[in-house]
């Protein structure tokens, strides 16, 4: 019987058939954003996103997150609170106010063709 640990010989421990060991894939580390320097970083919560757009419900708001590919992603803060960039909020508030004016000026150039007389 060893009496000190360096004497110990290493034995590998047996493993009974069953279900193989997981293996842990290494996930690549993101690439960092630089913002702008004139990038507006402070964050906004839930309640201010839901308060900008016009007082949307929870569950709209989630389905926003979910549904709307151009919506801004939330990122999880410490216990799991989620936070909008401002600016990133405000690019697509802009973006949303551009497609509905161009969306209205279709509808009014195809209306102006329809009532002029041939």
Same mark, same amino acid.
């Given at each position: 019987?060893?009496?000190?640990? +360096?004497? $110990?010989?290493a034995v590998p421990a047996r493993r009974k058939p069953g279900r193989p060991r997981k293996l842990i894939q290494p996930v690549p580390a993101p690439e960092p954003v630089i913002p702008?320097? +004139?990038e507006d970083l402070s964050t906004l919560d839930a309640a201010a996103v839901r308060a900008l757009l016009g007082g949307i419900s929870t569950w709209t708001l989630r389905r926003m997150?979910?549904?709307d590919e151009n919506f801004p992603e939330p990122f999880s803060v410490a216990g799991g609170f989620r936070r909008w960039? &401002?600016? +990133?909020?405000g690019r697509?508030? &802009?973006a949303q106010a551009d &497609?509905? $004016? $161009?969306?209205?000026a279709a &509808?009014? $150039?195809a209306k102006a063709s329809r009532s002029r007389p041939a």
């Open positions: 019987m060893p009496t000190h640990d +360096d004497e $110990a010989v702008a320097p +004139d997150i979910l549904c960039l &401002r600016s +990133d909020f697509y508030l &802009r &497609r509905a $004016a $161009a969306e209205k &509808r009014m $150039a």
